[in-house]
């Protein structure tokens, strides 16, 4: 189910890819990033997928999708967050001059790894274990979040699939438990109090 629901958030972001005008990539994105750059960021999902499906971890070093997001992030790897900031520009201008043609070409690529494994140790940034649909669930988030943020940087209408949204928000709330959260969280779900505009569970 792991594998599909990433299959199906792939798809999803491919599909709004499509929808971004010819002349929006200079756009505005998300931050320092414009929306050729907050695309190739999320595209980010699918070849880092692709590339730790050639590596073996020699230990399960994370054992859960928040832990994954406790333990990888800029500060706990000592990474300088321009460094980020530069490979969302890098995977932007790797796109070309077709986005959505090479976007359409990664999804099916990684569609085509994912059929030929079954829940291998790979390695990821850090030098890190973690079982692949241990991983996917991250990937799911990232590619779920920013599609939602291209989205309304350019004011496309954007509808993610039920199982992509729901596991958006099962990593969300379980990442907002483990970094000591999850109290505020449920009290705004519940609409007993807001939580402040900078607010983020990752």
Same mark, same amino acid.
């Given at each position: 189910?792991?594998?599909?629901?990433?299959?199906?958030?792939?798809?999803?972001?491919?599909?709004?890819?499509?929808?971004?005008?010819?002349?929006?990539?200079?756009?505005?994105?998300?931050?320092?990033?414009?929306?050729?750059?907050?695309?190739?960021?999320?595209?980010?999902?699918?070849?880092?997928?692709?590339?730790?499906?050639?590596?073996?971890?020699?230990?399960?070093?994370?054992?859960?999708?928040?832990?994954?997001?406790?333990?990888?992030?800029?500060? @706990?790897? !000592?990474? #300088?967050?321009?460094?980020? @900031?530069?490979?969302?520009?890098?995977?932007?201008?790797?796109? !070309?001059? #077709?986005?959505?043609?090479?976007?359409?070409?990664?999804?099916? !690529?990684?569609?085509?790894?994912?059929?030929?494994?079954?829940?291998?140790?790979?390695?990821?940034?850090?030098?890190?274990?973690?079982?692949? /649909?241990?991983?996917?669930?991250?990937?799911?988030?990232?590619?779920?979040? /920013?599609?939602?943020?291209?989205?309304?940087?350019?004011?496309?209408?954007?509808?993610?699939?039920?199982?992509?949204?729901?596991?958006?928000?099962?990593?969300?709330?379980?990442? @907002?438990?483990?970094?000591?959260?999850?109290?505020?969280?449920?009290? @705004?779900?519940?609409?007993?109090?807001?939580?402040?505009?900078?607010?983020?569970?990752?």
């Amino acid at each position: 189910m792991t594998t599909a629901t990433f299959i199906s958030a792939a798809r999803s972001f491919a599909a709004l890819v499509h929808k971004i005008p010819a002349g929006a990539w200079g756009e505005p994105g998300l931050g320092e990033w414009d929306v050729r750059a907050l695309v190739g960021h999320t595209s980010r999902s699918l070849t880092t997928v692709r590339s730790y499906l050639r590596t073996t971890a020699d230990s399960e070093d994370i054992a859960t999708p928040q832990e994954y997001y406790v333990r990888v992030t800029p500060s @706990a790897l !000592g990474i #300088d967050p321009a460094d980020v @900031a530069e490979r969302g520009r890098q995977a932007g201008r790797d796109l !070309g001059d #077709d986005p959505a043609a090479a976007v359409d070409e990664l999804v099916s !690529g990684v569609t085509g790894d994912l059929a030929s494994v079954d829940n291998p140790l790979i390695e990821v940034i850090g030098g890190l274990g973690i079982r692949l /649909h241990t991983y996917l669930p991250t990937r799911i988030f990232e590619l779920a979040v /920013h599609g939602m943020d291209i989205a309304s940087a350019l004011d496309i209408p954007f509808s993610l699939p039920e199982a992509v949204l729901a596991e958006a928000l099962d990593v969300a709330t379980r990442t @907002a438990i483990a970094t000591g959260r999850g109290e505020p969280v449920l009290l @705004a779900l519940t609409g007993r109090s807001t939580l402040p505009p900078d607010f983020s569970v990752v």
